[in-house]
């Protein structure tokens, strides 16, 4: 078969597309013939051994991604045999196979799939969508709630501006270009703005007028993270939940007690740990996928080959959505 294999840390030229043994599954585990798998902003930093990430090291050389969905075409031992055959998704962990033609997942880790659910979208749901169930989780959205979401046009931005019209409350959209702004609004923002656009957050407070947000949920940080943070009126709720701009949204205790803010954090180990465990959260997401209710935005698909494009359109802040290889 064929995979990506790295075997230094660096840039995207790292990831090399090379012809590999195919994979046997061990006792308790199946091989998938992949379909689609996930591309995330992680992977990028994984890909160039970032030390200071949230996510070990890993090992080289080895075969970056966490998500696959497809057919399962061998069990391993002690595996019924009545999973052959069938569509699934499955989340395999860090830097785990994913980029692969053929790829290896527990029998444990595995969602049947019903056949009107793509496998792009599966990925989708179970990685970023997951994240999003984790979220909203803290977030307990209502129909009172007026929420900003940053980040409005990535995959996991679009299923919180989602799920914020779905509780019945309104949102702020930001993003960073128009062509994405426009994204947001399509995504159900019924107010939207470009944060590369200078004075960008008087304009918003402009179109709001006395109105002023309840929630913030951030994976940005940096400036336009404090920015929409100081649009949030007092008894505010904020989540935050990464920090794509390369710096955590900055704020003191004054700026808590000031305004009386309650503030969350839904980081990795936050929703790993959580009661119930994260596969709770994929079903959750991926049966909200399966009947339309949160519906995950797949921008740009790649072929298996083009992963180091994948990643630069990743790291160029050029894609919109969920971000896709296809082999």
Do not use: C
Request: net charge negative; proline share 6%; aromatic share 4%.
């Amino acid at each position: 078969m064929h995979a990506i294999r790295q075997h230094d840390f660096g840039p995207p030229d790292t990831l090399r597309y090379e012809e590999v043994p195919d994979p046997v599954p061990a006792a308790g585990q199946v091989r998938i013939a992949v379909e689609a798998a996930g591309v995330h902003l992680i992977d990028t930093k994984i890909r160039q051994g970032d030390q200071g990430g949230p996510y070990p090291v890993p090992e080289l050389p080895m075969t970056p991604g966490r998500e696959v969905a497809g057919r399962v075409d061998r069990v391993g031992p002690e595996v019924d045999e009545a999973w052959l055959g069938r569509r699934v998704v499955a989340h395999l962990g860090m830097a785990s196979g994913g980029y692969a033609e053929q790829a290896v997942a527990a029998v444990t880790a595995l969602h049947e799939l019903p056949d009107h659910l793509g496998a792009d979208g599966a990925v989708a749901a179970i990685g970023t969508g997951r994240t999003a169930q984790g979220i909203l989780e803290l977030a307990q959205l209502t129909a009172d709630d007026m929420v900003v979401v940053t980040a409005a046009a990535g995959g996991l931005g679009a299923l919180l501006v989602q799920a914020g019209r779905l509780a019945g409350g309104e949102v702020v959209g930001l993003a960073g270009g128009d062509a994405k702004v426009e994204e947001a609004r399509r995504q159900g923002a019924t107010v939207a703005a470009n944060y590369r656009q200078p004075g960008w957050a008087d304009k918003v407070r402009a179109e709001l007028g006395d109105r002023a947000p309840t929630v913030l949920l951030d994976g940005v940080g940096g400036d336009a993270g404090r920015a929409a943070f100081d649009l949030l009126g007092p008894g505010g709720r904020v989540v935050v939940f990464g920090w794509s701009a390369g710096s955590p949204l900055a704020f003191t205790s004054d700026d808590v007690y000031a305004r009386s803010l309650i503030v969350s954090f839904a980081l990795g180990p936050r929703i790993m740990q959580r009661p119930g465990g994260v596969r709770e959260l994929e079903t959750r997401a991926l049966d909200d996928a399966a009947a339309g209710r949160l519906v995950p935005l797949v921008g740009r698909t790649f072929p298996l080959a083009a992963a180091a494009d994948a990643h630069r359109a990743l790291e160029a802040r050029a894609t919109t959505g969920k971000v896709v290889l296809v082999p």
